[in-house]
């Protein structure tokens, strides 16, 4: 079965790093982008950049640079996101995502999400 | 960056009335990739709607989308309580960006 499994929760104390982990299965891993996207609670979606498994380029939104950083390995099908010098409004859940070019570009594919908490 | 600027930001409707919500682009958007999710509480968003006016598999034809340039639309012909959710544009033809979400409520 198609699907996106990510790691578990996590709580971080500001100035720490996280580092999400995305799991994909059923299908080829690096024929595919993926996307990581977080939700603060009771807020809306934000985009945080892009990687493509198979050459390891990446792409961020401007508000991450410099502090986001999206790696793969191919031997298990997975993809990681790293997010450092964290503060407490990086507390979120976040997604990994799946590009899909025969839909344009859109996204059908997500993980069930990563809640990572922010607190000293 | 591109800004989408959707509206309104809840919609109160009776079940079998017509949902329509806004999405604005600050410049204009290739029709190719724009992107419509719907969210409901403590799930992942699911794509309704791609290149403004696909429906993406499995979702039922009273969601369509319409529009082009700097103005889509998502309309819900007839309102189920199931469609209880937050609706949000996305588009990524220059990076990528999302909307602030239109809250949809039954009345």
């Known amino acids: 079965q198609v699907q996106l499994v990510q790691s578990g929760a996590e709580v971080k104390k500001p100035g720490a790093s996280v580092k999400v982990s995305c799991k994909a299965s059923?299908?080829?891993?690096?024929?595919?982008?993926i996307n990581w996207v977080r939700q603060a609670t009771g807020q809306g979606l934000e985009w945080m950049g892009w990687?493509?498994?198979?050459?390891?380029?990446?792409g961020y939104a401007q508000k991450f640079q410099g502090r986001v950083t999206m790696t793969r390995n191919t031997s298990i099908s997975t993809a990681y996101m790293e997010l450092s010098s964290l503060r407490s409004e990086d507390t979120a859940v976040y997604y990994c995502?799946?590009?899909?070019?025969?839909?344009?570009?859109?996204?059908?594919?997500w993980g069930q999400g990563t809640l990572v908490t922010v607190s000293s | 960056e591109i800004v989408l600027t959707q509206s309104p930001g809840t919609l109160s409707l009776s079940p079998g009335e017509r949902a329509t919500l806004s999405c604005r682009a600050s410049?204009?958007?290739?029709?190719?990739?724009l992107a419509w999710y719907q969210q409901k509480p403590g799930q992942a968003p699911r794509l309704l709607i791609y290149?403004?006016?696909s429906r993406a598999t499995g979702i039922p034809d009273r969601f369509s989308g319409s529009g082009s340039g700097t103005d889509f639309t998502l309309t819900i012909s007839r309102l189920e309580p199931e469609d209880v959710a937050v609706y949000y544009c996305?588009?990524?033809?220059?990076?990528?960006?999302f909307g602030q979400g239109t809250k949809v409520e039954i009345k």
């Open positions: 290149g403004a006016s």
């Open positions: 410049q204009s958007v290739s029709s190719s990739y």
């Open positions: 990687m493509n498994p198979n050459s390891g380029n990446t």
């Open positions: 995502a799946r590009v899909s070019w025969e839909l344009l570009g859109s996204v059908a594919l």
């Open positions: 996305q588009q990524y033809g220059s990076s990528r960006t």
């Open positions: 059923g299908y080829t891993f690096t024929s595919y982008d």
